[in-house]
């Protein structure tokens, strides 16, 4: 790799991306320099391009999953496992750094995603600062990151198509508390959905239903483990609750995980749930705008546990990890990634990812 690193840079909502030329950092003790592999265009890098999440310091170096190989790395490293680092290791990162550890929300309410110093790589760290994102030929890892050694079975499409819609979906199955034999029903068949799918069905569900679109979407959550998917642009929310509750005894499905960032979804889910089911929410990362509930027909009544999902923690990447090395070679994660950009094809790959031509795509700064 030469002195002079290209990146990809999101100047700010709606402008067009732009390619530009990094310095090598030089590497305090305890960073690391990974040349990238693939990096992702997700649907959090859709909203950065929207301009909706507060408090972005564009221009940024989008991309907060990605995969590739320790290049360079300055003084002992470990990894988030214990496991001894070395330059030539295939590696990935837990995007997610610099959480103090120290704060009310770290050490007494125990959510380090809330924490007020928690940074991530990709979107909140200005390109000023160096290479923070994975939309670049090279990214600085800096002293503290959790990385971890890609397992030798794990491809880098397997690793970037799970991404962190798998990453996140570890966190949501932990919140649903998921018991044996469980019917559950995700709405939203996007990145994060399709992999709740994949690891409801892992967790022992007896039966894994999902809405969503388009077509394409709906044949993935199949693959992915669905039993039964409804196209929410073909159906009414009637038509779709009579449809859940004669697959389940008439009381609708036990747990329901809410990823698809609609308000009308939470209206619709909270119906869909069972008396005395759960109900997780885990796709509104951006305010839709709010929802009209009736708070004691839909959820006092119904004796509902309705949880909030934010954000991931390391726990759950390194699980993730080991769903991939286990299961990825039956559970088809690549196929999540439509598609490969190189990074002068990324303003195209946002307008597919916007216009849902593509689940999402993958980013090859090389080629």
Not at 41 to 53: A, F, K
Not at 286 to 312: F, M, Y
Request: hydrophobic share 40%; with cysteine; charged share 20%.
């Amino acid at each position: 790799m030469s002195d002079r690193i290209l990146a990809a840079v999101m100047p700010a909502p709606r402008q067009a991306i732009e390619i530009r030329d990094f310095p090598r950092p030089a590497l305090p003790p305890g960073a690391a320099l990974m040349r990238t592999t693939r990096s992702e265009v997700c649907g959090t890098d859709v909203h950065l391009w929207h301009g909706r999440l507060a408090g972005v310091p564009y221009p940024i170096i989008p991309g907060h999953v990605s995969a590739g190989t320790l290049e360079s790395v300055r003084g002992p490293l470990r990894g988030i496992d214990g496991t001894a680092l070395r330059e030539g290791d295939r590696a990935v990162f837990f995007d997610v750094h610099r959480t103090c550890g120290r704060c009310r929300a770290c050490t007494v309410h125990r959510t380090p995603t809330r924490c007020s110093a928690r940074r991530v790589y990709g979107i909140t760290d200005s390109a000023t600062e160096g290479l923070f994102g994975g939309w670049s030929q090279a990214i600085y890892l800096e002293p503290g990151v959790g990385i971890a050694r890609l397992p030798d079975g794990v491809d880098v499409d397997d690793y970037i198509g799970g991404g962190c819609g798998l990453v996140t979906a570890v966190h949501i199955i932990e919140r649903a508390t998921l018991k044996p034999g469980d019917t559950v029903l995700v709405q939203g068949t996007g990145a994060v959905g399709l992999s709740a799918i994949a690891l409801a069905r892992l967790s022992g569900a007896s039966a894994v239903f999902a809405i969503g679109a388009p077509a394409s979407r709906l044949e993935l959550a199949i693959a992915m483990g669905a039993d039964a998917v409804w196209d929410i642009t073909a159906t009414t929310p009637a038509q779709r609750l009579e449809a859940v509750r004669a697959r389940t005894h008439g009381e609708g499905a036990d747990t329901v995980i809410e990823a698809a960032g609609s308000a009308r979804a939470i209206e619709e889910g909270l119906e869909l749930t069972r008396d005395g089911g759960t109900y997780v929410v885990a796709g509104h990362y951006t305010d839709v705008g709010p929802s009209a509930i009736n708070a004691h027909q839909q959820i006092n009544r119904k004796h509902l546990e309705i949880r909030g999902c934010w954000g991931s923690e390391p726990r759950h990447f390194l699980r993730a990890l080991l769903f991939l090395e286990r299961y990825a070679s039956r559970v088809p994660w690549r196929a999540v990634g439509g598609h490969t950009y190189s990074l002068t094809e990324l303003n195209d790959a946002l307008s597919d990812a916007e216009a849902m031509r593509i689940t999402k795509a993958l980013v090859d700064p090389w080629q």
